[in-house]
């Protein structure tokens, strides 16, 4: 399978702690965005790479998250000191320079 | 108030019904615009584009009205296969760049 696979599938933890997800897009995608979507709503945007570049933030992405793509290949999203409100499906997407952008099957995180 | 707009439904219609789903998005200056289809529990897949001049993919047609800020889905000859979440999505980018901004999305569930 080719597409873009993201790791782990599930993360349960407890209120404080860290987690760190990991995206990798589909091979040769130069741009690869994160989103959060929780339950009966659509996805919501966090952050975008080109490359290596983080080319756009949302100011959802307060001051706990963290992302970065080292290499412009894969990419990591942390969380620090975790909230309840950061249970959600974590989603990460790539795409080929101005075209569709495909998901993974994204990261739920359940924030005990 | 919202960016995009969806009537969240549900949609509850039988085999073979045509169904229209309708969205309204709040920035003029939106660029590009996409249906994008969820199954529950998956990632978000990319269903059609949408352009002003309308188009159309089998029993998929979507519109786009710019001067009202509308973007319609309709879908003849329902399948049971057609149930699925449906999300508006604009782009304030040309093409599928930058970040995706998405409704909270139309669920449509097809009876047999």
């Known amino acids: 399978d080719t597409g873009v696979s993201q790791d782990p599938r599930h993360k349960i933890t407890k209120r404080g702690q860290n987690v760190t997800f990991r995206c990798d897009p589909i091979s040769e995608h130069n741009r690869l965005y994160w989103y959060r979507q929780t339950l009966g709503q659509g996805p919501e945007f966090l952050t975008y790479f080109q490359n290596e570049a983080q080319l756009e933030k949302s100011r959802l992405l307060s001051d706990r998250f963290s992302a970065e793509r080292p290499k412009g290949s894969f990419s990591t999203l942390e969380i620090q000191r975790t909230e309840q409100g950061d249970s959600a499906m974590y989603l990460c997407?790539?795409?080929?320079?101005?075209?569709?952008?495909?998901f993974g099957p994204g990261t739920r995180l359940t924030v005990l | 108030r919202k960016e995009v707009e969806q009537d969240p439904g549900p949609f509850n219609v039988p085999e073979g019904a045509t169904v229209a789903f309708n969205c309204t998005y709040s920035n003029s200056a939106s660029q590009s615009f996409f249906w994008y289809r969820q199954d529950c529990r998956k990632e978000p897949k990319l269903l059609m584009s949408?352009?002003?001049s309308g188009n159309e993919d089998g029993r998929f047609t979507a519109q786009l009205n710019r001067a009202s800020q509308y973007i319609s889905l309709l879908i003849r000859d329902s399948k049971l296969s057609d149930s699925a979440t449906y999300l508006c999505v604009v782009n304030l980018h040309s093409g599928n760049t930058g970040k995706l901004i998405f409704g909270q999305g139309t669920t449509l569930q097809v009876k047999p």
């Open positions: 949408v352009y002003s």
């Open positions: 997407a790539s795409s080929p320079r101005d075209r569709a952008q495909y």
